[in-house]
């Protein structure tokens, strides 16, 4: 047999029918719903009367728009309209018969978080969701990746997807990190170097030492933005670190499946001699701390460089980045530690688990957010959270300054109340940078959650090593 | 879903890069519970100011392209959320072909859902089509799907590639989910072999 990939073993495992022309019916083991992009698909579902295939795969979760502050549970907190999308997905769960985690429940959160939190994202499965951030259970060696409405409706009636099959391409991160360098930055390193468009038609395997070296939770943060390099999905070979993180989980196998499903997983790794149609190679002492300076999460720099001028780039890169620089209000050779904050937003399905909320306490022990500073940290779950009270980041977050939020995306796409207003510029952890993202008008530069902490206690962008 | 017939219609020039469905369809048109409505909002932060007034510098705005049923666009369209909102609200305006150099994997499958067709093309032949889309509204384009060919106003004709299930689908306004209910026995198989070698998924 010839050689194979992670992924082709996976996508060959999980092909139900295969046309002529290798359209693929793919079966999927996981599918995670939330309230903003399922409605259509329930709906449609009702009108042709049809069922939910397989509703004890199907996972359901609110999570985009609902508030993030204490009393949520008062329906007067939302606007009408986030009101009835989450009542829609209540009454959907209920009818449809899937499992569900409403607000009220101590495991609600970022579905993406939830997901691998108890148990259901686990190694060699096919996960998707709605939401273009499904990448993130490719940290267990899972397929996982967004799909849009029609296809959660497709799913939902015949737990299947049409597809045709990706390319390979191989993310190879050598050796070790710097101190200061977390998994953020090589993410978003790893999109510097691609670009946003550099692994369309692609899965991705990320390899190397330095992945190698993460932990689940670093590892979820790498493959979750591999949407943000254009990738169907992300996917990382599950290891001991994987197999000890899923144990014991609710919905991990247990007792005698566990040691089957061991045996399945440890077959899950790319062959030797495999053929990756494009390979990345980035060496992992070479990554520094980074941050975006514009409106792309390709335009990444390390935090000691400067705003680049239009004239750096070329072809259709010049006036997009023209256009980046002035809606950032930035100016071109300005030192990128020079830009002033006002608002910080730890929190998403990229940095919201409870390392992150470590990273960032760390970095905020016994210190206080500069006068006049706007600073949230918003917890991936109701478990993650329960945790970070437990610790006792909780108390360090809320010292500093910090409000501190019960789970949900909040500020990441800011659906709810959680906004950046016109030109207010915010040091985030979340994924997307676009116009817009945070609030109408709002600049947002992307970073790791201890850069995030660090840059809420200076008011400016800063390099973590000098706190270090 | 409608069938994708020959047409021809006005195409509108957005060189810009990286066009995000962020800026396709900012968020806080999410909310809605249905698939239509979208068209007034489509572009929303590019199109219209705070107040809601027009900003007459957009390409949708000027007299030129309000009826434009093809985009032109720079490399990447389409990047970022899932949100089939964006195919939406394109297809609610109106817009029924897309050309741009590459698509966001995500995008570009939700808009064959939508009976829409984005099409991918080298630099050079998109260099030609945008050039044809500055032109104005004088300049028509045709779209044949079937022969897989684009006409620009001065008769030059650019053939392009596309799935062929996806041609047969768009041609034939066939729904995916139909198609996949014919095929249930396969599914059955396979949900059978599957649960015996790996029960606890």
Redesign the interface.
């Known amino acids: 047999m010839s050689p194979k990939t992670l992924y082709d073993k996976i996508w060959d495992?999980?092909?139900?029918?295969e046309?002529d022309?290798g359209?693929c019916?793919l079966?999927i083991?996981r599918h995670l719903v939330h309230e903003?992009?399922s409605?259509?698909a329930f709906?449609g579902l009702r009108m042709?009367g049809?069922k939910v295939?397989a509703p004890e795969?199907t996972i359901a979760v609110p999570d985009?728009?609902v508030p993030t502050t204490a009393g949520r549970e008062d329906p007067a907190q939302m606007?009408e309209?986030?009101r009835?999308?989450v009542e829609?997905l209540d009454k959907n769960a209920k009818e449809f018969g899937v499992h569900y985690y409403p607000v009220s429940d101590v495991r609600q959160g970022i579905v993406h978080i939830v997901g691998p939190e108890n148990g259901w994202t686990?190694p060699?499965?096919t996960v998707v969701c709605?939401?273009?951030h499904?990448a993130t259970h490719g940290a267990f060696g899972a397929l996982a990746?967004?799909?849009?409405?029609?296809?959660v409706?497709?799913v939902l009636?015949?737990?299947?997807l049409?597809q045709?099959k990706?390319k390979n391409m191989k993310v190879e991160i050598t050796g070790k990190l710097k101190p200061g360098v977390t998994a953020k930055d090589i993410t978003l390193a790893v999109i510097g170097e691609t670009?946003?468009?550099g692994g369309?038609?692609y899965v991705i395997e990320y390899c190397g030492e330095a992945i190698r070296d993460l932990s689940m939770e670093g590892r979820m943060t790498v493959c979750n933005m591999a949407i943000e390099g254009?990738?169907?999905a992300g996917l990382i070979a599950p290891d001991e670190t994987t197999f000890d993180y899923c144990k014991g989980r609710p919905h991990?196998?247990k007792a005698g499946?566990?040691e089957?499903?061991l045996e399945?997983w440890k077959t899950l790794y790319t062959d030797e001699g495999a053929h990756f149609d494009k390979v990345v190679t980035l060496k992992g002492e070479d990554i520094q701390p980074v941050v975006t300076w514009g409106t792309?999460p390709?335009d990444v720099l390390p935090i000691t460089g400067v705003v680049p001028a239009p004239e750096d780039f070329e072809?259709?890169?010049v006036?997009?980045a023209r256009?980046s620089i002035e809606y950032m209000g930035l100016t071109p050779g300005q030192k990128l530690t020079d830009i002033e904050i006002d608002t910080v937003f730890i929190g998403s399905c990229t940095n919201g688990r409870i390392e992150d909320m470590r990273a960032a306490a760390e970095v905020l022990k016994g210190k206080k957010i500069k006068e006049g500073m706007r600073a949230m940290i918003v917890p991936g779950s109701g478990l993650v959270r329960a945790q970070a009270e437990e610790e006792g980041l909780a108390d360090i977050f809320r010292e500093a300054g910090f409000e501190w939020r019960l789970a949900g995306c909040s500020m990441c796409?800011?659906?709810n109340p959680d906004q950046l207003s016109e030109n207010e510029r915010c040091a985030s952890t979340s994924n997307?940078n676009?116009?817009?993202?945070q609030g109408?008008k709002g600049r947002t530069h992307l970073v790791s959650p201890a850069m995030a902490a660090a840059a809420a206690l200076t008011g400016k962008l800063t390099d973590i090593r000098e706190l270090m | 879903m409608k069938k994708f017939e020959t047409f021809s219609g006005i195409a509108a020039p957005m060189?810009?890069?990286?066009i995000?469905t962020?800026?396709i369809i900012?968020?806080?048109f999410?909310?809605?519970?249905?698939?239509t409505g979208f068209g007034v909002s489509l572009f929303d932060?590019m199109r219209y100011n705070?107040d809601g007034t027009e900003i007459p510098d957009f390409v949708l705005n000027k007299a030129q392209y309000r009826e434009a049923q093809i985009l032109i666009a720079?490399?990447?369209f389409g990047?970022?959320?899932?949100?089939?909102h964006a195919?939406w609200a394109l297809d609610d305006f109106g817009i029924k072909v897309i050309v741009s150099t590459?698509?966001?994997?995500?995008f570009f499958?939700?808009s064959f859902?939508?009976g829409m067709l984005p099409i991918a093309l080298p630099q050079e032949q998109v260099d030609i089509l945008m050039a044809d889309a500055e032109k104005g509204a004088n300049a028509r384009m045709t779209v044949d799907l079937e022969a897989q060919e684009i006409t620009t106003s001065d008769g030059e004709v650019i053939k392009f590639e596309v799935?062929?299930?996806k041609k047969h689908c768009l041609l034939n306004g066939l729904d995916?989910?139909g198609l996949?209910?014919e095929?249930?026995t396969?599914?059955d198989?396979?949900?059978a072999k599957?649960g015996a070698e790996?029960?606890?998924?």
């Not at chain 1, 495992?13 to 029918?17: I, R």
């Not at chain 2, 999410?30 to 698939?35: D, G």
């Not at chain 2, 790996?198 to 998924?201: E, I, L, M, S, T």
């Open positions: 495992a999980h092909v139900a029918h046309a022309d359209t019916l079966y083991d903003v992009t409605p259509q709906e042709a049809r295939r795969k985009h728009n606007t309209e986030s009835i999308q829609a686990l060699g499965m709605g939401d273009s499904t990746h967004g799909i849009g409405t029609s296809e409706e497709h009636a015949t737990q299947t049409i045709k990706s670009g946003t468009g369309t038609g254009g990738a169907r991990a196998p499946a566990w089957q499903a399945y792309s390709e072809g259709g890169k006036e997009a256009r796409l800011a659906m997307r676009f116009e817009g993202r109408y | 060189p810009l890069v990286n995000d962020d800026m900012p968020k806080r999410l909310k809605s519970i249905q698939r932060e705070r720079g490399d990447n990047c970022g959320s899932s949100r089939e195919p590459s698509f966001a994997d995500i499958n939700n859902k939508n799935d062929a299930f995916d989910i996949t209910m095929k249930e396969s599914i198989a396979y949900e599957a790996r029960p606890w998924v």
